[in-house]
């Protein structure tokens, strides 16, 4: 790793950028030693999670606010988190078409897969987000599907969330199933092209007012055609509202600390294991294994061994 690959990426050089996410994707002593280095840069971009339920339109809105927040002289990056799951078999196809979209705007996008990642996906997107942030972009626009506890983690942690919903569920709100309302930042009915938006809006509108906490941040609820880029300026004055409001009441450093706070630990824990378990030979933990389900010890009396030893 020489001082002009650094240089490189803080310059925000897109074949070095990609390079460096590559490097961290794969991990061990490699990613940190970068991570390392790149770290000290860090801690100016603004961090945005798009999350909602698959096929909500995530992907279109993030290309339309990318293409909006780029006209407002604004450098910008998108991670989209491929959930590489049967259910959203055209992800691939969807992102070829999407990186054609933005060709020759200057916004770089990567996506990432959840499948696979040594020390898992939520540490990978973390490096991958501070490579971005030490490359200068002012935001970084992070799409999951609100799946898995690692996604929902990556969305938790941005600085803005927003949470997206599509008519079209009756009156099931997708985002309320998959447990990812509390975590929105802002409220956003895609596809109000569509029958049943404004009975969308009514139905979150009426779960917000469920919350009692009138000090606390209030969602607002937007409507976007994210197709025809519609709402999409009124989203990014709404992003910019809240990033200024969580200035103001220090929320945003408060959820920084959040985060490197859970991913110290996620950090120890892996580490700890690995180092318990980088001695104990294939053979033995599965006699271990074979141990416990012939009830001949229990799960206490091993764990005691593997960490005592
Ligand atoms: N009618 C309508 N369709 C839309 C709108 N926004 C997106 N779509 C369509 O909805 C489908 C899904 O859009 P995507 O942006 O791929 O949705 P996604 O949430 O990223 O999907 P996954 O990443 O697979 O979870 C595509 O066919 C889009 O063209 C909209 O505002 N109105
Ligand atoms: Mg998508």
């Known amino acids: 790793m020489t001082p002009e690959f650094i240089s490189q990426i803080q310059h925000g050089e897109p074949l ?25 840069y860090t801690g100016c971009a603004d961090l945005v999670g798009i999350t909602g339920a698959p096929g909500t339109g995530k992907s279109t ?12 002289e604004k450098r910008v990056a998108i991670i989209a988190v491929d959930p590489s799951s049967p259910f ?32 898992g996906l939520a540490a990978a997107v973390s490096d991958a987000i501070l490579v971005l942030d030490a490359a200068n972009f002012d935001v970084v626009l992070v799409e999951t599907v609100g799946a898995g506890q690692g996604e929902v983690d990556i969305a938790k942690h941005a600085h803005t969330t927003i949470v997206l ?29 569509r029958d049943g938006a404004n009975a969308t809006a009514a139905a ?61 630990r996620e950090l120890l824990q892996r580490e700890l294991l690995q180092q318990k ?19 001949k010890r229990d799960l206490y009396a091993i764990a005691d061994e593997i960490l005592n030893s």
Do not use: C
């Not at 390079?19 to 994707?25: D, K, Q």
């Not at 009756?170 to 409220?187: N, P, S, T």
């Not at 378990?277 to 009830?295: P, Y």
């Open 277 to 295: 378990l980088q001695n104990v030979a294939e053979a033995k933990w599965q006699s271990w294994i074979q141990e416990i389900t012939a009830r």
């Open 204 to 264: 979150l509108e009426m779960n917000l007012s469920l919350n009692p906490d009138k000090s606390a941040w209030r969602p607002p609820i937007l409507k976007t055609i994210a197709l025809k880029g519609e709402g999409v300026r009124e989203l990014v004055d709404a992003i910019a509202t809240h990033q200024k409001y969580s200035r103001e009441k220090n929320l945003r450093a408060k959820k920084e600390a959040a985060r490197f706070e859970d991913e110290l």
């Open 16 to 40: 070095a950028v990609a390079r460096a996410i590559t490097r961290v994707e794969r991990g061990g002593d490699d990613a940190r030693t970068l991570i390392r280095a790149l770290f000290p």
């Open 61 to 72: 809105l993030v290309n339309a606010l990318a293409k909006e927040l780029g006209a407002r």
């Open 88 to 119: 959203t078999g055209g992800a691939l196809l969807g992102d070829r078409f999407r990186m054609q979209d933005l060709a020759g705007t200057g916004i770089f996008i990567r996506s990432m897969a959840s499948r696979g990642q040594l020390g």
């Open 165 to 193: 919903e599509a008519p079209g569920f009756g009156d099931d709100i997708q985002a309320i199933k998959a447990g990812i309302l509390e975590i929105a930042d802002i409220l956003v009915v895609n596809k109000a092209d």
